[in-house]
């Protein structure tokens, strides 16, 4: 459930509207990630051969997140469109608590990066970046170029909720 919401869910949706993107650009697509990401692996994305953890799903989802957004930025830079990934802060929310963080800020103060990335024009210049508290933030999951492209083809390739292999 973790990985069909937080990353299939990014991707399909980014997918479907590429088209749409295409025909207002310049356009951008901001992805909600986390710095909190990290543990992804490759080879079990469903938990299939790993017992479930809710903070490792998590992690490796958003993890996900940051890598697809420069698959997506490289692919749709020449149309005009801008694709970026951010943290949206700590919010005091039920996810958080969920998670063990707690949360302490706002959600106005969460959603500030997201919406700044939505209306500065540092969010159509760049493409393919992080950004947390409104500053780009080095991602070194987006440098490695092989996971990138391996994780965006297994996401392609999943149909109805299943991998096709």
């Not at 890598?67 to 490289?74: H, I, N, W």
């Not at 991602?139 to 990138?148: P, T």
Request: charged fraction near 20%; include cysteine.
């Amino acid at each position: 459930m973790q990985f069909a919401t937080h990353v299939l869910g990014y991707f399909w949706l980014i997918d479907a509207f590429t088209a749409i993107l295409k025909a207002s650009a310049p356009a951008r697509v901001v992805n909600v990630a986390s710095y909190w990401g990290g543990g992804l692996d490759l080879n079990d994305l469903e938990f299939v051969r790993r017992r479930y953890d809710n903070d490792t799903a998590y992690r490796q989802s958003k993890q996900a997140d940051r890598m697809l957004s420069v698959a997506f930025s490289e692919q749709l830079a020449p149309y005009r469109i801008s694709v970026n990934a951010c943290h949206p802060g700590d919010v005091h929310s039920t996810l958080s608590h969920n998670l063990g963080f707690g949360g302490h800020e706002t959600p106005d103060q969460g959603a500030a990066t997201p919406v700044w990335l939505a209306i500065h024009p540092a969010g159509q210049q760049n493409t393919g970046r992080y950004y947390e508290h409104k500053c780009e933030s080095n991602c070194a999951f987006s440098r490695d170029r092989q996971a990138v492209r391996a994780l965006y083809e297994l996401c392609a390739n999943y149909s109805n909720g299943k991998l096709r292999r």
